[in-house]
Structure formats: structure tokens, C-alpha cells
């Protein structure tokens, strides 16, 4: 059975109900720390890898008589450092902001972890070394 040459339509997409709004991609959207949900370790190279996820909850925990926790300290230290809007991810429906890691930046991270993170999060010591940048995964709002 041949197909036909033309198909009839009978609604347009709109007409349908169809559209979708997509966020638009805005790098210079400002970093918000307040809005992030997750960070992402990344290996660093042509193809780099997730080598650990931390979400907010987790990061949020405290040590006993601790005012701050590691994750607050985290985002201080992204906030001052040069972040970079990456991108949007369709996916996680969030902008993606990127902190490149230098010796400075893993020695205040190191830092904030032996102060500030319970030991259920010292295992980020073992993925920072091999780490190339974070990841903050801040969805809109």
C-alpha cells in the first residue's frame, strides 16, 4: 500500500494545545546561591566525568555545636569565586553554574569539610583531589 503524498492536518499546534515554553538560556543570568539543589564534582579532560553528586539535604546537615554547615560553606566560597554560567539543563529543568577548582579554592573546601561536614560527607575528601570543577545545579524558580 503506497503512502499518500500529503497528510491533512486539521489543527495547528497551537490550535491543539501542543506548545511548550522552553526557559530560555541567559548566561548572564547571576548565580544564585540561595536557589542551588545540587553540586557536582567533575573530573576535569576532554570528555570529564560526575564523580560525586551532593544534594542540599545532605549538604545541610550539621556537626553537634557547628552554627554553619558544609554546604552554607560551600556556596560562601562559590559566591566568591569567579562561577561561570554553563548552561541550562532541560533535563534537571535549572541554569548549571561552573567553578573551575585551583589549589586555593580545594584548600578552602578541604577547610570548610574538616570543620563543618559530618562524617557521613568526609567521603568528598576522597573525590576532590580528582576534581577539575563543581557543578551547581540551581533550578528557576
Known amino acids: 500500500m503506497p503512502l499518500p503524498e500529503t497528510i491533512s492536518v486539521r489543527y495547528t499546534d497551537e490550535e491543539a494545545g501542543y506548545v511548550t515554553v522552553r526557559p530560555v538560556v541567559d548566561p548572564a543570568r547571576p548565580f544564585s546561591p540561595g536557589q542551588c539543589t545540587l553540586a557536582i564534582l567533575e573530573s576535569g579532560g576532554v570528555s570529564p566525568r560526575h564523580l560525586m553528586e551532593l544534594d542540599r539535604e545532605a549538604g545541610l546537615k550539621r556537626r553537634i555545636f557547628r552554627k554553619q554547615s558544609f554546604w552554607e ?3 560562601e566560597i562559590a559566591a566568591s569565586e569567579n562561577i561561570q554560567y554553563h548552561g541550562y539543563s532541560y533535563g534537571r529543568g ?5 567553578l573551575d577548582l585551583d589549589g586555593e579554592i580545594v584548600g578552602q573546601i578541604t577547610e570548610a569539610l574538616k570543620r563543618l561536614a559530618p562524617r557521613g560527607l568526609h567521603i568528598v575528601f576522597g573525590t576532590l583531589p580528582a576534581a577539575a570543577s563543581i557543578l551547581f545545579v540551581c533550578p528557576r524558580a
Open 73 to 75: 560553606a560551600l556556596l
Open 94 to 98: 535549572a541554569d548549571i553554574y561552573r
